[in-house]
């Protein structure tokens, strides 16, 4: 298929010159006036960044996922805009969505005091003076923040799947779409705990920038549990992977700017 069939001059326009508005977000701005000097600056610019890659390739992921779903399965998308509605409609099942969405609560609760407490304490000071690296710091919490709640969640299926019906191969699925989502949702939640730290109102804005973010992971996850689809849970354990290997560096990054400023 074409990436740019039906496209219009007014959109192309409109595509080309999005990125010119996000400097006018207010909840942008208020990090940029946040920097108290010219040094700190570079290290803003790293984390800005990386975090906006990680978010709009999950966009782009959504998308174009989206668009080929459509062309295999021959689906009339009137408006591509709604290509995310209309993926929540057709793969979500009401059972098996429900263990992911137990996941991502999961992952949420713990985040104000993932590392906030941590850094008022002055522990990673301390361990930093030891000679660890903030990145292996985060790659230790990121281990200990999913083994928190992913394997009480996966032993806890089995009594839920039992009520709910779920065996054979659906029920492989399910703890395999589990086993490789969890810590996708785990590696999103440090990261954030890391950037929202130093914030007055990080726990609130904590769980606002998980959910839309876990949601390729629960679309993907939810679509390979309902229909048994190994293809989906592959490409669901390949977001998990790269979120985990992004997750210690992006949030070690976080910690450092947060000591220092």
Known sequence: FSLTQGATLVGIISAVTWGLGYFGQPHIIVRFMAIDKVENVPT???IGMSWMVISL????AVGLAGRAYADTHALVVEDPETIFILLAQ???HPAVTGFLYA???AAILPLEKLVARDIALGFFDQLRLRGTTEEAMMAVRLIAHWLSFGPPLL???FPAAALLKIEGESFSILLLGLLAGTPGLAAIGLMIAALTASLRAGAALSGLLLIPLALPILIFGAG???RTDAATLGFVAAI???LVAIAPFAAGAAIRAAREG
Do not use: H, K, P
Request: proline share 0%; net charge positive; charged share 5%.
């Open 44 to 46: 803003a610019r790293a």
């Open 57 to 60: 390739l999950g966009a782009m």
């Open 103 to 105: 996941a991502l609560l």
């Open 224 to 226: 390979a549990l309902a």
């Open 90 to 92: 057709i793969l979500f």
């Open 240 to 242: 998990s992977l790269l």
């Open 155 to 157: 032993l806890a299926t």
